[in-house]
């Protein structure tokens, strides 16, 4: 089935550390997003890439960093310098990035730091 | 500054007691509005987009609606497997890529 994957669940992180949560998706999709979500607050872009080899930065991208080097692929890196980094991380994806708020989310990453 | 507003935060339907969400928005120049379901510890679902006042889009007993200022999702008849977070987002002229998220309604439907 067509989809976004995104690994692992559920992870734990002690302070001081970088992770990496990887997003992969099999829709051809060009465009592929980062968002993180905290309670009682909206989704929050991190980065976004509408190519290959191509992203940019979001309103929060501080403490975080990507590459786009395969349509398939967006992995997301928590550095240490993400000073709050506890949240649900989505990764999203849509067929063109510009035209439609039809976005195809996975089923998210939940990071807490120990 | 762009801004989402949902409202309420939380609501507890009874089985078939119909009712609305609301979603206000307040930007530069409207590209589209979206509505998405999410159920708890997953991704979002996409429901609607609208694109101008006046447009109504329905899905089973789901419709939503806009005006220059703000969405409703209406719910006729709920299920309990209506229960979830529905969550209101828009694109505006000058954001291009970016969708601005509001911070959701839960909807609780008891049998």
């Known amino acids: 089935d067509g989809g976004i994957t995104q690994s692992p669940k559920y992870l734990f992180r002690k302070e001081g550390q970088n992770v990496t949560l990887s997003c992969e998706q099999n829709l051809n999709h060009d465009a592929m997003y980062w968002y993180r979500q905290d309670p009682g607050q909206g989704l929050r872009l991190i980065y976004y890439s509408q190519i290959v080899n191509d992203f940019q930065k979001g309103d929060i991208a501080e403490g975080y960093s990507v590459s786009r080097e395969k349509k398939e692929s967006f992995p997301l890196t928590v550095t240490s310098a993400q000073k709050n980094p506890t949240a649900f991380y989505l990764c999203?994806?849509?067929?063109?990035?510009?035209?439609?708020?039809?976005?195809?989310f996975g089923e998210g990453s939940r990071l807490t730091v120990l | 500054e762009d801004q989402v507003t949902q409202s309420p935060e939380a609501l507890r339907l009874q089985e078939g007691e119909s009712s609305s969400l609301n979603c206000s928005y307040t930007?530069?120049?409207?590209?589209?509005l979206f509505w998405y379901r999410q159920d708890p510890g997953k991704g979002p679902e996409f429901l609607f987009t609208l694109y101008s006042a006046g447009e109504e889009k329905e899905k089973e007993r789901l419709k939503a609606t806009l005006t220059k200022k703000e969405s409703f999702l209406h719910i006729t008849a709920p299920k309990p497997e209506d229960s979830a977070t529905y969550l209101c987002a828009v694109r505006t002229m000058d954001s291009s890529y970016k969708l601005i998220f509001g911070s959701g309604t839960r909807l609780l439907v008891r049998p």
């Open positions: 930007v530069s120049g409207l590209r589209g």
């Open positions: 999203a994806s849509s067929p063109d990035g510009a035209n439609t708020g039809e976005l195809f």
